[in-house]
Structures are given as C-alpha cells and as structure tokens.
C-alpha cells in the first residue's frame, strides 16, 4: 500500500481495521477524523462528540469481535466514527437527511448498531442486559457499554452500576470523560471525576506499577488484577477518598489518554482476559482535533454548516428572521423574574438549548442546572413550590418522557405550583424519532387538574408564562412550544392574561370548521387563506388549551357544522383531537371529526418541512383535507 493510499477507503467492515498493523491506527484515526470534519462541515450533525471519541472508537472495533461482541454507545452524538467504519461510510452523505441514515445507532440499520439510543444513560443498562443475556446462553460475547460524564449523573446510570456490581457479569464500562455533555458538566460528580483525574501523585504512582508489572508475561494479567484490587487502598490513602467505582463492585483502571490509539488498544485486549464488571477511565477532549471545536465545545457540539478549514460558522442568507420560541422563553422568563422574586428555574443540562443560560447569567442564584437528570429536574422543582418559591422547569418534551412518574405523584398529586415549559414539542426534525416530542400533549392533559396549553406564536407564549405565574392559577401548569422560529418580529409585547381553558377566534367562515392547538395553527391561517380565494369558507379557533377545553366554544362550532377538522403537533392517538372527540360523545353531538397530527407510527428523521408533510398538516396537507371533506 502506497503511502499516499488512504488506509479508510479500504475499511468498510471492522474485518478490514483488524487486519491492519497497530501502528497504523494512528494514521487511520487522523483520516477518520478528517472525514467526519468534511462530512458534517456541509451536511449539519453532531460534530464535538464523534471527534472526541475517534481513537476509542478506533481501538474498540480492532480490538473486539463486532459484531459478536457488543458495543453500546451511550445518547449516540458521539457513533458517526463507528458509523463509517461499520459499513456505512458511502451513506454517511445522508446521515440525518429525509429517508437516509440515522444520526444515532439504530438496531434496524446495522448489524453493528447493538442497541438502539438517543437519550441518556441507558447503556449500562442495555449492556448489562446482553452480559447476562450472553452468560445464560454460554456465550464467549464481549459485551463493552461506553458513556460520558454528563450521562453517568442520571439515576439510571447508577442503577445500571449498582445491578453489574452485583450481577458480576462479564461487562466492561468505559467512561468517557470529557467534562462536558452539551453545556459543561455540572454537580459533585463532576468534582470528584476532577478529583481523579488531576492528581498526579496517585497517577503516577499507579502508571509506573502497571507498566512495570505488565512487561512480565508470566504474571502481567494476573499481577494487573492484583493492582486493581489494591487500587481502593493506594487511593484512599493518596487521595482521601475511596473510589466511587470499586463502591459498586467495579474494578476500576485509568485514568488514560482517550486519544492515545495504541495505548488504547493495549489496555483493552488486557482488559478482555479479566472477568467480571469493569470500568475504565478514558480522559478525552470533545472537538479533538479541530481548533475552533476544542475552543467552543458548547457550540460545535451540533454547529451547523462551517468552513472545514477556518471553523467559521456559515449562516444561510435569507429574509427577515424571526426569533426562535426557545429565546423568547429564555428573555421573557427574566422578564417576569424581575417582577416576581418567587420565580426560579430549572432545566436539566440543557440551559443554551433552552435559553436559560440568559436567566443563569443574570440570576444565577435564581436558575438552577441540574445536568442530566430530568426526574429530579421535576422532583426537585416540586420541593421549591412545596416551600413558597414558584418553579418553571424546562424539560425538552421527549425528555420529560422520563419524569412522567414525577410529574404525576411528586407534583399532581399534590397540586403543586410547577410551570413546566416543554420545548421541542412535535416533530423536530433530523434529530428524528428519539427527540420527537410526540406524546406531552397526550399524556399532559389526562393528568387531573394539570392545565395543558400550546401556543400558536411568540406572543401567546409569553401570556402563557404570564397567566401561569398569576396567583389567580393554582396547581400545575404546562407550555408546550416547537423547535425552531416563530411568526411574529414584534414579539415583545406587553403581557395579557389569558383566561385559562379559553379559545382565540382566528377567522370566521361558513363551510367548515377548524380547530388547531399550538404553532400548526399558523399553517391552517395559510391554507384558509389559499381556500378563501377559491371560494370556500373556513372557521378557525386557536384553541390554546388542551386541558381544559373550552367547551363554549366547542358547544356553538358543534351545533354549526357537521364536520369539524382537529389540528395538532402531536400524536393523533389520545391528543387534542380525540379530546374534542371525547367532547363530543359525551354531549350527543352528530358530528364528524377528523383529525390531523403525528400517526400510528415512529416517525423519522428528516427536516421539519419534510414530516409535516409525511404527517399531513403541513399547509397543503390541511388544504387538502379541507377540500376532501367539503367533498364527501
């Protein structure tokens, strides 16, 4: 092989990294770096993440057996460098794209894709799960779970641990630790991990015993294994401390160089011939290798398209653009903080994806980042309304999946004061059916006494902020809103109560009625104006409320119009449709309904325009059902 020949054009399977020399994976890890900087530098994805772990990724796939052997990538940002060595680098092209491959692994995409993520902290979990599945069955499978430092603050994490230690199953767990997961890592864990990685008496000390043990080949592994056991002991002593790891039964080894390949790959073929759960501890840099990447870790952590050689940003150039809902939260909740010292924050690990880094940067003793950690974001707010203060917990909706169960008993139950803003509400986009926010409005307005709300625009949004921190409501309160910009430039507007459980009449009309919940609402104005010019009237209320629903309003449309068209950014099934549905069924009402949202099905990734028109509610499809109706 010349030396001009690059070694990845011959990878398309880890059969081909293994036959590679082990000096060449330093070479290798410097082209697969450079292929992922060219190929997300035009087409937008999760950038930080995958640099950060190329080496690991690198080492894994030679030393182990994949795909017999098992590798759970934990959240997933991070597997673009195991997408492109496992058979997917001539698709990589359409990674995130309507109908092309997905940003994260997917069990129905690749042999090699173990388990299927997007959210948090499962891996140790799922990877447990296959261990003992493996050891059941008499499996020789390697089973190696791989999670950052933000994701091993969830609970669920550390139930995964605390299972492992006890189940003694053969599971290696690799933590890699960068200090940041989107924003900077937050909470004592972090401290601690610093704590480990920054003292260099204790790392010195176990790099010399460990080097000069390993050089005996009678006693290397064996003599290996004794340090590791003895390892709890030297740390206390050293650091003062135990080890939080060898706590839950894990024998602990690191910290090491993540981006040292052939390091890597030495310790982890050591690290196969020792049974039992293990952790090891991989020091790395998000952004490696890309200067602009390494400086703004927060932002390359999905930054869009960017010049490959300057790391400048490259913005679309279009017309006026209007704000995002995310700002608009972000401005408008220190806005009412000003006015009501009562009011707090709260989000988990997202501030700059919901904007309250702006509330954290002027009272930061008034906005609380949680990390990773979406149950206690809930509970957590639930204790400071319990005690007078008035939480706004911000919780991206297919997040707040997770605290169902919080919501419910820790703040239903109890009908506490929590203002839950659900941002990313719908469908948003090429994050695809892990990020969708399909279920809140669902699952938001069968709970009793909880109001459920959605805006149609920016200004809506605000009142709704306004109206749920009035001491006129009692008991939860949540918003949700969309991904992405609203409609209106002049948002900022003076606040207005709005009436809770009251509809907005957005148009009069004759033919037909329409009756929208949230942004989709601006998509029915458009399609009522396009049918107006062909002669056909429609009626349109915003609703605004899922629960309670105004049932004035729903009275005098249902004695109007025999057929009644349902408009929503969620799933069909038990949403806002089926609640006018429910309306009317219990009241007699001869009318047909037909409603327009997310299907019966996981939708996947692509850009927004592209699933509302899958979905059928973008502006055609409403005009279309409208029509259809009028016909049948």
């Known amino acids: 092989m010349s030396s001009s020949e690059r070694l990845l054009e011959k990878i398309n399977t880890p059969d081909d990294l293994r036959k590679l020399k082990r000096l060449d994976l330093v070479r290798l890890s410097n082209e697969l770096r450079q292929h992922i900087i060219d190929e997300v530098s035009h087409n937008p994805g999760h950038l930080g993440a995958s640099l950060g772990v190329v080496e690991l990724t690198v080492a894994l796939h030679y030393v182990y057996n994949t795909p017999y052997d098992k590798i759970v990538w934990d959240v997933g940002h991070q597997a673009y460098g195991h997408k492109i060595l496992t058979g997917r680098k001539t698709q990589f092209n359409t990674n995130r794209k309507y109908k092309g491959i997905s940003g994260f692994p997917r069990m129905s995409e690749s042999e090699y894709d173990a388990f299927g993520v997007g959210h948090s902290s499962t891996s140790i979990s799922a990877a447990l799960g296959m261990a003992v599945a493996a050891q059941a069955k008499g499996e020789k499978r390697k089973v190696v779970a791989v999670i950052g430092d933000g994701a091993l603050q969830a609970g669920l994490a550390f139930e995964g641990l605390n299972n492992a230690g006890n189940q003694k199953a053969d599971l290696l767990v690799i933590l890699n630790d960068n200090n940041i997961s989107i924003d900077a890592s937050v909470g004592a ?187 206690h974001a809930v509970t957590f707010s639930a204790g400071l309304a319990a005690n007078g203060l008035l939480p706004f917990c911000n919780i991206y909706s297919s997040f707040m999946q997770r605290a169902y169960d919080q919501v419910v008993h820790d703040v239903a139950l109890q009908r506490l004061k929590v203002i839950f803003c659900m941002d990313r509400g719908g469908l948003v986009g090429p994050d695809g059916a892990t990020h969708h926010g399909f279920f809140d409005i669902a699952f938001m307005r069968n709970i009793p006494g909880m109001i459920a709300s959605a805006p149609m625009d920016e200004v809506e949004l605000r009142n709704m902020m306004y109206t749920a921190q009035l001491d006129t409501v009692k008991g939860p309160f949540s918003i949700r809103y969309p991904r992405g910009a609203g409609v209106i430039a002049d948002w900022h507007q003076p606040f207005r109560e709005i009436p809770v459980g009251r509809a907005r009449l957005i148009r009069e009309g004759s033919d037909i009625a329409v009756l929208s919940l949230g942004h989709p609402g601006n998509f029915v104005v458009e399609a009522a104006g396009r049918l107006s010019e062909k002669g056909i009237s429609v009626l349109h209320y915003d609703m605004r409320f899922a629960n309670p629903l105004d049932e004035q309003v729903l009275h005098s449309v249902m004695k109007l119009f025999k057929k009644i068209i349902t408009v929503e950014d969620g799933m069909i099934k038990g949403g806002f449709g089926s609640a006018v549905l429910e309306f009317a069924n219990d009241h007699g009402y001869p009318v047909e309904i037909i409603r327009l949202g997310i299907p019966d099905y996981f939708v996947e990734h692509g850009s927004q325009q592209e699933l509302w028109h899958e979905c059928g509610y973008d502006v055609a499809g409403i005009e279309q059902a409208i029509v259809q109706a009028l016909e049948g």
Request: glycine share 10%; aromatic share 10%; with cysteine.
């Open 189 to 375: 864990l972090k401290e601690y991990l610093l704590d480990i990685t920054t003292s260099r008496t204790y790392n010195r000390f176990k790099d010399k015993i460990w080097r000069l043990l390993g050089r005996y080949k009678r006693v290397g592994i064996r003599a290996r294994v004794l340090a590791s056991q003895l390892e709890g002991g030297i740390k206390g002593t050293v650091l003062k401390q135990s080890n939080l790891f060898e706590a839950f039964k894990f024998r602990y080894f690191g910290p090491i160089d993540g981006h040292d390949v052939l390091h890597l790959t030495r310790v982890l073929e050591d690290l196969k011939t020792i049974p039992g759960p293990k952790l090891l501890h991989c020091v790395t840099v998000k952004g490696k290798g890309f200067p602009k990447a390494e400086e703004q870790q927060t932002i390359f952590h999905a930054p869009g398209i960017f010049d490959k050689c300057t790391g400048e940003l490259i913005r679309p150039a279009e017309g006026p653009k209007h704000s995002l809902y995310q700002e608009v939260f972000g401005y408008t909740i220190v806005e009412l903080a000003r006015q009501n010292e009562k009011i707090v924050g709260i989000t988990p690990a997202m501030p700059s994806g919901c904007s309250l880094n702006i509330m954290m940067k002027e009272m930061p003793d008034r906005a609380f980042d949680v990390g990773i950690c979406e149950q």
